[in-house]
């Protein structure tokens, strides 16, 4: 489980959050509804780096798996007009009613890949949004420096038992070995 506090001096996430974020600027302000970032995190990124470049009429839920980050993020960036933050594990078989077909727009940042079902979280995606509307993801598809170590401590018997590779790690990532 992380730290939120430490997790919001990660500037490399903002850095690449904002260059996506520039990239797609003049279509960004244009988005206004309802809108959701997956995979939020303690909340900064969403509040600090998305939020200010949509249109003024755009409300967001931030959503996250994490329990401990959700309840930093609803302390620390909620501002119950335009943004609050749920738990939420993308991955469910039982996607929550009131999140099927209510969303303008989906976003999510560095936090997809972390996903083992993806078929299940695009799909849970998909079903979010309204019809005709759109999502806009950064994901890391592959890095060896992110995920061998992972890979490597769960099959050290010394971590095993603390983490199951196949639930940290994307199916994304994985290749065939020979």
């Known amino acids: 489980m992380i730290n939120p506090e430490q997790y919001v001096s990660n500037n490399v996430c903002k850095r690449n959050v904002s260059l996506v974020i520039n990239e797609f600027a003049k279509e960004l302000k244009n988005i206004s509804g309802k809108c959701m970032d997956v995979g939020c995190g303690p909340g900064d990124v969403t509040r600090d780096v998305l939020l200010p470049v949509l249109n003024s009429k755009a409300t967001i839920i931030g959503t996250d798996i994490m329990e401990n980050v959700v309840e930093y993020a609803n302390k ?21 009613e009131k999140y099927i077909s209510k969303f303008d727009h989906i976003f999510s940042f560095h936090a997809l890949h972390w996903c083992y079902d993806i078929r299940q979280t695009f799909e849970n995606i998909y079903c979010m949004l309204r019809p005709d509307k759109t999502m806009l993801i950064l994901s890391v598809a592959h890095h060896a420096a992110l995920f061998e170590p992972l890979e490597t401590m769960a099959q050290d018997m010394r971590y095993a038992s603390y983490m199951e590779v196949n639930t940290i790690t994307s199916k994304m990532w994985y290749k065939k070995k020979s």
């Open 76 to 96: 620390t960036y909620n501002d119950k007009e335009r943004l609050k933050f749920e738990m939420l594990d993308i991955q469910t078989k039982k996607l929550p």
